[in-house]
C-alpha cells in the first residue's frame, strides 16, 4: 500500500472530547471517525486490525470446537417476551415497530435467539454439546456514550452459546472458553487478568472477566499476588477486617457536637475508621425502609446492594425525616419502629460498635447486635479494596483498573426454562438444555490494544494485530538510489508475506517519521541517500525506539523472521 493512497486523514491536535489515550490516538491516527455520539466509523487502518482480532477469535473458538453461524440483527421482540428480558433489560434496548407495527429490536446480545434457533433441533442428548457463535454489530442505547469505541451504541462483540446435557459438560465448555478467552488475549499483546465478575443482566450464577489492566480502565478491581484471585469490585466478597469500637462493652451514650461523618467521629474517639460502623438509609424494591450497617471505612457496594435490596434508593433528608431519623447520627438501636435492619456480615468478627445513637449530637459506644438490637438479616454489601484479606489465602489484595475486553457465562436452565428449549436424556426423560455464553467484545479490545499500547508519539501496535506490519519510509522519493533501493526491499518484503505500507509522500522527513509513529506501525525501515550509499538502511523498532543500520541484501530476511516469530 502507498501511503499517497491511503485513507488516513491524521489530526495534528488532540481532540477536545477525547479523554482516553486510545480514543485520542485512533482519532489522530486517521483510524476512526465519530458519526454521532457512540458511534463511529472504522476507516481502513483500523479495521484492518479489528479483521485481525477477529481472525485470533475465530482461530481460538474454532480450536475449542465452536462453530461460526451468523445470526440477524433485528430480534423479534416476542422472543425476549418469552424470555421475560424485554423489560428488565431497561431502555438500553432499542425497540421499534416495523410497518406491519410489530415490535423489533436490535440485539444487544443474542441468547434468546439462539435459544429459538436450536429449541427445535437439538432434540437428544445425543446432539450436545453443541456450541455456536457469530461475530456481528451490537447494539445498546447507552444513556452516555463515551471513551470512544469503550462505551458505544454500536460495538463490534463475538457471542458464543453452549448447550449441554449436564452440568458436568457446560463446566468442560465453560472450561474451554476460558482457556480461549485467556489466548485471545496473549494473542493481542493484551496483559488481562481473569476476574470473578457479577452476571449482570445476562444471568446465571457464575461469570469471569477478561479485564486488560489500563490506568484508565472503567471497571476497579482485586486481585491477589499470592494465590493468582482476582475479582471486579462488583463481584469480590471478603471478610473485611473490622475491630471493636471504644469503650468497656457496656452501652455508653456519648455527646459528639459536631461529628455527622465518619472521620469526624472516627477523630473524636480516637480510633480508627474501622472501629466505627456506618450507617445508611434506603427504601428498598418493596418501599420498605431499612437501615443498612457496614465497615466505617469501606463503602456499600451499588451491585451486591441491588442483589439484596432490588431497585433501592438512598434516603434524601426529606424522608430521613418522615421517618424519624437524624442524619450523621443514625444507629440499630433505639431505631423508630417499621424500619428493617441488615448488616454486613464482616460485622459479626465485631462485639461492641460505635454508632450513631439516633439523637442529634450523640453516639453510643459498645453496642452488641443481638443484646442492644437485632439484625434482621446479613449480606456481603460492602465494595472490597485494596488491602482486604483476599478470601482464598489471606494474603492483602491489590487494586488496579481494567477494560473489560470478554466475559464468560454459566447461564443454566435460565433461558432454555423460559423459552421451552428441551431435550430427551438417556432415560427419555425431558429436560431444559443447560446453557453457557460467551462474549469478546473486539471493537473493545481494539481500543483496549491502543491503551497498553501506546507512547507519547502515538501507538505502538503488536505485530499480531498492526494494520500494517512494516512501514517503508525512503526520505527523497525522487532520489535516483534511495527510491530504487526503497522499491525492492518492499517487494521483497510482500514477496515473502509481510503487510507493507511505503511512504511515497513528498513530505518532510519530520511528518513522515511523525505519521509512522502516530500510525504505530511495529517496524519501520527508514531509507537515507548516505545509508543507501553504504548499501544500508534503518530498521526502528517502534516499541522500543531501537534504531540499527541493515544491509539492504539483509534486511527483508531479517524482517520477515521478526515478524514470523511476532504473528499470533
Same mark, same amino acid.
Given at each position: 500500500m502507498m501511503m499517497s493512497r491511503l485513507y488516513a486523514p491524521t489530526l495534528k491536535e488532540d481532540p477536545a472530547e477525547a479523554e482516553l489515550a486510545s480514543h485520542r490516538l485512533l482519532l489522530r491516527a486517521g483510524m476512526i471517525r465519530k458519526e454521532a455520539a457512540g458511534l463511529y466509523t472504522y476507516l481502513p487502518l483500523a479495521w484492518r486490525s479489528i479483521r485481525k482480532i477477529e481472525d485470533i477469535v475465530r482461530d481460538e473458538m474454532d480450536a475449542a470446537g465452536a462453530q461460526e453461524l451468523m445470526m440477524p440483527i433485528m430480534v423479534d421482540a416476542d422472543l425476549w417476551r418469552q424470555s421475560g428480558r424485554i423489560d428488565a433489560y431497561g431502555k438500553e434496548l432499542i425497540r421499534f415497530n416495523d410497518r406491519h407495527e410489530r415490535e423489533f429490536v436490535l440485539g444487544p446480545t443474542h441468547e434468546e435467539t439462539i435459544t429459538a434457533l436450536v429449541r427445535n433441533e437439538l432434540r437428544s442428548y445425543k446432539q450436545l454439546p453443541v456450541n455456536l457463535y457469530h461475530i456481528q454489530d451490537k447494539f445498546r442505547d447507552e444513556f452516555r456514550p463515551r471513551y470512544g469505541l469503550m462505551r458505544g451504541r454500536e460495538f463490534i462483540m463475538k457471542d458464543a452459546y453452549s448447550f449441554s446435557a449436564t452440568q458436568e459438560s457446560l463446566q468442560e465448555e465453560y472450561d474451554k472458553m476460558k482457556a480461549a478467552y485467556a489466548n485471545i488475549c496473549v494473542r493481542c499483546g493484551l496483559k488481562?487478568?481473569?476476574?470473578?465478575?457479577?452476571?449482570?443482566?445476562?444471568?446465571?450464577?457464575?461469570?469471569?472477566?477478561?479485564? +486488560?489492566? +489500563?490506568?484508565?480502565?472503567? &471497571?476497579? =478491581?482485586?486481585?491477589?499476588?499470592?494465590?493468582?484471585?482476582? +475479582?471486579?469490585?462488583?463481584?469480590?466478597?471478603?471478610?473485611?477486617?473490622?475491630?471493636?469500637? $471504644?469503650?468497656?462493652?457496656?452501652?455508653?451514650?456519648? +455527646?459528639?457536637?459536631?461529628?455527622?461523618?465518619?472521620? !469526624?467521629?472516627? &477523630?473524636?474517639?480516637?480510633?480508627?475508621?474501622? &472501629?466505627?460502623?456506618?450507617?445508611?438509609?434506603?427504601?428498598?424494591? !418493596?418501599?420498605? $425502609?431499612?437501615?443498612?450497617?457496614?465497615?466505617?471505612?469501606?463503602?456499600?457496594?451499588?451491585?451486591?446492594?441491588?442483589?439484596?435490596?432490588?431497585?433501592?434508593?438512598?434516603?434524601?433528608?426529606?424522608? =430521613?425525616?418522615?421517618?424519624?431519623?437524624?442524619?450523621?447520627?443514625?444507629?440499630?438501636?433505639?431505631?423508630? !419502629?417499621?424500619?428493617?435492619?441488615?448488616?454486613?456480615?464482616?460485622?459479626?468478627?465485631?462485639?461492641?460498635?460505635?454508632?450513631?445513637?439516633? !439523637?442529634?449530637?450523640?453516639? =453510643?459506644?459498645?453496642?452488641?447486635?443481638?443484646?442492644?438490637?437485632?439484625?434482621? &438479616?446479613?449480606?456481603?454489601?460492602?465494595?472490597?479494596?485494596?488491602?482486604?484479606?483476599? $478470601?482464598?489465602?489471606?494474603?492483602p489484595l491489590s487494586a488496579a483498573r481494567g477494560i473489560e475486553v470478554s466475559q464468560v457465562f454459566q447461564l443454566g436452565t435460565k433461558y432454555s426454562e423460559a423459552m421451552g428449549a428441551t431435550f430427551m436424556d438417556e432415560d427419555g426423560k425431558e429436560k431444559p438444555l443447560i446453557m453457557g455464553c460467551y462474549g469478546v467484545g473486539v471493537s473493545r479490545t481494539l481500543a483496549a490494544i491502543v491503551e497498553q499500547h501506546n507512547d507519547e508519539s502515538g501507538i505502538c501496535w503488536p505485530v499480531s494485530v498492526a494494520p500494517y506490519e512494516v512501514a517503508i519510509v525512503p526520505l527523497d522519493v525522487n532520489d535516483e538510489l534511495v527510491w530504487p533501493a526503497a522499491q525492492k526491499v518492499a517487494e521483497q518484503l510482500a514477496a515473502e508475506g509481510i503487510e507493507v505500507v511505503v511512504d511515497d509522500r513528498k513530505e518532510r522527513a519530520g511528518v513522515k517519521f511523525a505519521d509512522a509513529d502516530l500510525m504505530g506501525f511495529p517496524y519501520q525501515l527508514v531509507f537515507g541517500k548516505r545509508a543507501v550509499k553504504g548499501g544500508n538502511c534503518e530498521l526502528k523498532v517502534r516499541a522500543t525506539g531501537e534504531r540499527t543500520e541493515v544491509s539492504l541484501d539483509e534486511v527483508a530476511a531479517q524482517i520477515a523472521a521478526r515478524v514470523f516469530a511476532e504473528r499470533a
Open positions: 488481562a487478568l481473569p476476574v470473578v465478575a457479577d452476571c449482570g443482566e445476562i444471568g446465571g450464577d457464575t461469570s469471569v472477566e477478561y479485564m +486488560a489492566l +489500563a490506568d484508565a480502565g472503567e &471497571a476497579s =478491581l482485586v486481585y491477589c499476588d499470592d494465590c493468582g484471585f482476582a +475479582a471486579d469490585d462488583e463481584a469480590a466478597s471478603t471478610t473485611v477486617a473490622v475491630i471493636d469500637g $471504644p469503650g468497656d462493652g457496656s452501652l455508653t451514650k456519648v +455527646a459528639t457536637p459536631d461529628c455527622g461523618t465518619i472521620d !469526624e467521629v472516627a &477523630a473524636f474517639f480516637g480510633v480508627p475508621a474501622k &472501629a466505627t460502623v456506618k450507617s445508611l438509609c434506603l427504601v428498598d424494591g !418493596e418501599g420498605t $425502609p431499612t437501615l443498612v450497617l457496614v465497615p466505617g471505612d469501606h463503602e456499600l457496594n451499588d451491585v451486591k446492594a441491588e442483589h439484596a435490596f432490588g431497585e433501592y434508593h438512598l434516603m434524601d433528608e426529606d424522608e =430521613l425525616i418522615k421517618f424519624g431519623l437524624r442524619k450523621g447520627f443514625i444507629g440499630p438501636v433505639n431505631l423508630p !419502629e417499621g424500619i428493617r435492619v441488615v448488616c454486613d456480615e464482616s460485622l459479626k468478627q465485631a462485639h461492641q460498635w460505635l454508632c450513631g445513637a439516633n !439523637e442529634e449530637g450523640f453516639h =453510643l459506644t459498645g453496642i452488641e447486635e443481638g443484646r442492644d438490637f437485632a439484625a434482621d &438479616a446479613w449480606a456481603d454489601l460492602v465494595t472490597v479494596v485494596a488491602g482486604d484479606p483476599c $478470601p482464598h489465602c489471606g494474603k
